[in-house]
T-cell receptor, first 114, second 112 residues
Framework: KAGVTQTPRYLIKTRGQQVTLSCSPISGHRSVSWYQQTPGQGLQFLFEYFSETQRNKGNFPGRFSGRQFSNSRSEMNVSTLELGDSALYLC?????????????FGAGTRLSVL | QKEVEQNSGPLSVPEGAIASLNCTYSDRVSQSFFWYRQYSGKSPELIMSIYSNGDKEDGRFTAQLNKASQYVSLLIRDSQPSDSATYLCAVNMNTGFQKLVFGTGTRLLVSP
């Protein structure tokens, strides 16, 4: 069974640009969550999508947005990039329901903003 | 107060010893708890999950949960150098919606 696939693995952008990251969940998983990981702040929750609907959102500015498609694949977009957006962006997929709903992480996309 | 707190470490233990990693959380209604291991430059991988008070064992790993004290721990028996990694405690603050809140992680170093 294929795991969570994130593309691209690495990105270099300049300030002011926008970027789109992609996440393909494990087959059968309907939930995709996105996290930002930085050395200073650790893993921070961005948002979660379930069956094409955003169910939960973290405390990030509106420059961060996402969507989920009918096949459960998800994209995350960051507009007007800032230097502070440099981070490892992780997506995690899960069934989306139940008490012990396990989230499985992809390898991540490392974004560098110059 | 942070929602999920961990000692950043590093926690240094000799090979073969028991490593004890601790985590406290602030939200009393939290229902499920997870331990992830993250090697440098890699993504987190699930080690243990627990939602009932008490102990849950899986091989060399034991997760312990005390909801009254809002405390969850991970014990690693017979620690190996390959266990050297950052261990992240994650708490699902709300059943039904998958918002995991992570601690900043404890770095574990196992010396041969």
């Amino acid at each position: 069974k294929a795991g969570v696939t994130q593309t691209p693995r690495y990105l270099i952008k300049t300030r002011g640009q926008q970027v789109t990251l992609s996440c393909s969940p494990i087959s059968g998983h309907r939930s995709v969550s996105w996290y930002q990981q930085t050395p200073g702040q650790g893993l921070q929750f961005l948002f979660e999508y379930f069956s094409e609907t955003q169910r939960n959102k973290g405390n990030f500015p509106g420059r961060f947005s996402g969507r989920q498609f009918s096949n459960s694949r998800s994209e995350m977009n960051v507009s007007t990039l800032e230097l502070g957006d440099s981070a490892l962006y992780l997506c995690a997929s899960s069934l989306g329901e139940g008490l012990l709903n396990i989230q499985y992480f992809g390898a991540g996309t490392r974004l560098s903003v110059l | 107060q942070k929602e999920v707190e961990q000692n950043s470490g590093p926690l240094s233990v000799p090979e073969g010893a028991i490593a004890s990693l601790n985590c406290t959380y602030s939200d009393r209604v939290s229902q499920s708890f997870f331990w992830y291991r993250q090697y440098s430059g890699k993504s987190p991988e699930l080690i243990m999950s627990i939602y009932s008070n008490g102990d849950k064992e899986d091989g060399r790993f034991t997760a312990q949960l005390n909801k009254a004290s809002q405390y969850v721990s991970l014990l690693i028996r017979d620690s190996q150098p390959s266990d050297s990694a950052t261990y992240l405690c994650a708490v699902n603050m709300n059943t039904g919606f998958q918002k995991l809140v992570f601690g900043t992680g404890t770095r574990l170093l196992v010396s041969p």
